[in-house]
Nanobody, 118 residues
Framework: QVQLVESGGGLVQAGGSLRLSCATS????????MGWFRQAPGKEREFVSR????????YYADSVKGRFTISGDNAKNTVYLQMNNLKPEDTAVYYC???????????WGQGTQVTVSS
């Protein structure tokens, strides 16, 4: 059974940093595109970032470019999202997802709450 388990969310002041983690099985990590999404209250879920481990490629939403960094640890089968210079508008539930393409994600984690206070 495929599982994606996020951790690392919390409450932080504006300008602060958090690092989210997404632990997964080795098969998923090495074969799938891993993405981060977020959903703020009353808003639709939106794409944040993705990484294709096999090609070493990353992609970011314009709203987080230059502040967030996605990375992976092959030995730990874990994907990270380093979030710096956080803003109140980054407040959301953050989800990890895995897909065979970057437009269709098959597996999702349970989400982790990130709250940024002003």
């Amino acid at each position: 059974q495929v599982q994606l388990v996020e951790s690392g969310g919390g409450l932080v002041q504006a300008g602060g940093s958090l690092r989210l983690s997404c632990a997964t099985s080795g098969r998923i990590f090495s074969s799938y595109i891993m993405g981060w999404f977020r959903q703020a209250p009353g808003k639709e879920r939106e794409f944040v970032s993705r990484i294709n481990w096999n090609f070493g490629s990353t992609y970011y939403a314009d709203s987080v470019k230059g502040r967030f960094t996605i990375s992976g640890d092959n030995a730990k089968n874990t994907v990270y999202l380093q979030m710096n210079n956080l803003k109140p508008e980054d407040t959301a539930v953050y989800y990890c997802a895995a897909g065979l393409t970057n437009v269709r994600y098959t597996y999702w984690g349970q989400g982790t709450q990130v709250t940024v206070s002003s």
